[in-house]
């Protein structure tokens, strides 16, 4: 190959590498998009988890979000506190007391106090065994199916099925939501950490049909709602309901309790 050979490849191959340069520049151009560097920083402080908790998809539309203003520094609820104040430092926002929250099954009936209506044999979920006919196996048809697609779906590994009912253990909840998505009964809800008195039946029936159904349900007798001295319980559609906020932690209302269905905790 000669001298001109040589030159003329050279050449070639300078002049590809320039046209795919001006293309590449163009392109960034073109397609650029703009980092939001609070979004970024966001990001890196969040856990990681990626768990849905807070609402979005994911860590980094959590983050994006945040950065925009759209949600709360202290909508993770994995992070918790620390990754509160992490966030809240980027953003220039002074970050107050975080109330704990954690996962809470709404149900006391586990296989010894519910009556059974048929024998369910199907696939080990409780999603499959609630297309059944009545959604439930049991008699009560508001009530735990104890086949643990909580448990399966908990990333912390917080959840357990005992006597076929769940149970949460609450040092190892985050409150991500993910059981709360799962259960077909919707039985789970956010509580306060430090939340004395719960009540632990989500049945919508009247007195009789709970008598029937479960040893364990509320009757909807309103005694509890009568002996609250701060209006803090009241019964809604059969079922007594809590406000937090106005609980004062007598215990008055699991005293007079005739299911005993209101159960002190801490």
Known sequence: MDIKQILLAVGVVCAISLVIGIILGLAEKVFHVEVDEKAVAIREALPGSNCGGCGYAGCDAMAEAIAKGAAPVTGCPVGGATVAAKIGAIMGQEVGEMERKVAYVKCDGNSE????????????????????????????????????????????????????????????CVACGKCIATCPHDLIELVPANSVYRVQCSSHVKGKDVRDACTSGCISCRVCEKKCPTGAITVVDNIAKIDYDKCNRCGLCAQSCPRKIIKEYN
């Open 113 to 172: 106090k519910r009556t059974r209506d048929y024998n369910y044999i199907g696939i080990d979920s409780c999603t499959y065994a609630a297309m059944m006919p009545g959604s439930s196996p049991y008699a009560c048809k508001y009530g735990c199916l104890g086949f643990g697609s909580c448990a399966k779906v908990c990333p912390q590994r917080a959840i357990r099925i005992i006597n076929r009912k769940a149970v949460v253990d609450e040092e190892l």
